[in-house]
C-alpha cells in the first residue's frame, strides 16, 4: 500500500550567526537524516528529549520552514518542492495543532470567526453554509454551538485546545500534527483529550503524527514509535514491540523513567550520565556515545546506521 507520507532523508541546519568576523560557518544541526513513512489511517509516535529535533521534523513536513535537503512525499506531491502558490492545497489536506491552546487562538476574534476563517481561505462551502459547518464541528468536539458567540478567554485551557482541534477539522484533513497537543494541560483533562482524537481518528479515518516527549501519552495513543536522538531517530518499531523489547540504550533509558506501572513490564531506572551534546558539534561516530552505558572504542569513530533487527524494528546501535 503507498504510504500517505514519506520522510527521505529530511535535513534542516539552523546557520549560525558567529559575527561578521568570523571565517567559520556553524549550523545546529536540529535534523540530521530522518527518515520514515506513514500509513493512511495510522498514528506514528516521534518522541524524544526537548532539543531532538522532533518538532523541526514537524514544520519541515507542513513547509512552515524550509528544509535544508531531503524529501517530503505526501499524496504524491513532493511537498519539499512545491511552489508556495501551491502551498495553500498542501495545508488544507495537513493541519497542525500546537501544544499551547491560547497561543494559537486569536483572543480578540469571537470563536464562530476563528472556526470560519479556514472555510472561506480555501474556499469551502457558501457563507450561508459555514454557520452549520461550524456548529457540526463544535459538536463533534464535545463543544456546544452557543460556545460559537464566546471569545477564547471565556474557556479553559482544554475547551481551548478542543477548539484548536476543531480549527483544524473544518478543511476536512487527512493528515493532522500533533505537537506537544497535552504537555501544557493539567493531568486530568489530557486523557479527554487524548480520547478526542482517539475517536476523531476512528470517525474520520484521520492520520497524526504525535511529536510528544511523554512515552505514556504515546504509548496510549501510537500504532508506531520512532524515537529521536540529536536529529536522528536512533529506533522505530511498533508500540508494543518498542515497550516489550526495547533494544537501543537511549530508549531503554527513557522507558526506565516512565513512572506508570502499566506500559510495560518493571524496569529498573537507567540513569543517563553526561551531558547532552550539541547539534553544533555533535560527537563522532555514535551521537549518543557520552551518555552511553555500553560504549564501546567504535562507538566513538564510526556512527551507526539505522538498521533493520526484525519485523518493522529498526535500529541505530552497534550492539545489534
Ligand atoms: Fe551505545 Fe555504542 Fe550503541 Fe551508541 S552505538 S548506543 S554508544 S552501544
Not at 89 to 109: E, S, V
Not at 156 to 180: C, F, W, Y
Amino acid at each position: 500500500m503507498q504510504p500517505l507520507l514519506t520522510v527521505g532523508l529530511l535535513k534542516k541546519y539552523f546557520p549560525l550567526d558567529r559575527g561578521m568576523f568570523s571565517r567559520t560557518k556553524a549550523v545546529v544541526r536540529a535534523v540530521d537524516g530522518v527518515s520514515f513513512e506513514l500509513q493512511k489511517g495510522e498514528t506514528l509516535g516521534l518522541v524524544g528529549e526537548s532539543g531532538s529535533g522532533k518538532t523541526t521534523v514537524g514544520r519541515c513536513i507542513l513547509r512552515l520552514i524550509k528544509p535544508t535537503s531531503g524529501d517530503v512525499l505526501f499524496d504524491n506531491m513532493n511537498v519539499t518542492r512545491l511552489p508556495a502558490s501551491e502551498l495553500k492545497k498542501l495545508r488544507r489536506q495537513m493541519q497542525i495543532i500546537f501544544q499551547d491552546p491560547y497561543g494559537c487562538l486569536t483572543p480578540r476574534l469571537r470563536i464562530r470567526t476563528i472556526l470560519k476563517e479556514p472555510l472561506e481561505i480555501h474556499g469551502i462551502g457558501t457563507k450561508s453554509d459555514h454557520t452549520d459547518i461550524v456548529v457540526t464541528v463544535l459538536r463533534r468536539v464535545g463543544l456546544r454551538p452557543e460556545h460559537m458567540n464566546r471569545f477564547p478567554h471565556e474557556f479553559s485551557g482544554g475547551q481551548r485546545q478542543r477548539i484548536a482541534i476543531a480549527r483544524t477539522l473544518m478543511v476536512n484533513p487527512e493528515l493532522i500534527i500533533a505537537d506537544e497537543p497535552v504537555s501544557a494541560l493539567d493531568v486530568s483533562i489530557q486523557a479527554q483529550i487524548i480520547n478526542l482524537l482517539v475517536e476523531l481518528q476512528r470517525e474520520l479515518g484521520l492520520s497524526y503524527l504525535l511529536i510528544s516527549h511523554d512515552l505514556s501519552v504515546v504509548h496510549y495513543m501510537c500504532d508506531r514509535i520512532a524515537v529521536m536522538y540529536l536529529g536522528k531517530i536512533v529506533e522505530m518499531t511498533t508500540r508494543s514491540d518498542l515497550y516489550l523489547n526495547p533494544l537501543h540504550p537511549y530508549t531503554q533509558a527513557l522507558l526506565s523513567a516512565i513512572p506508570e506501572p502499566n506500559t510495560g513490564p518493571k524496569r529498573e531506572k537507567i540513569l543517563l550520565g553526561g551531558e547532552v551534546p550539541s547539534p553544533i558539534n555533535p560527537p563522532a561516530g555514535c551521537s549518543f556515545h557520552p551518555r552511553c552505558n555500553y560504549k564501546m572504542e567504535t562507538c566513538t569513530k564510526v556512527e551507526p546506521l539505522l538498521k533493520g533487527v526484525g519485523d518493522s524494528h529498526w535500529v541505530s546501535c552497534h550492539l545489534r
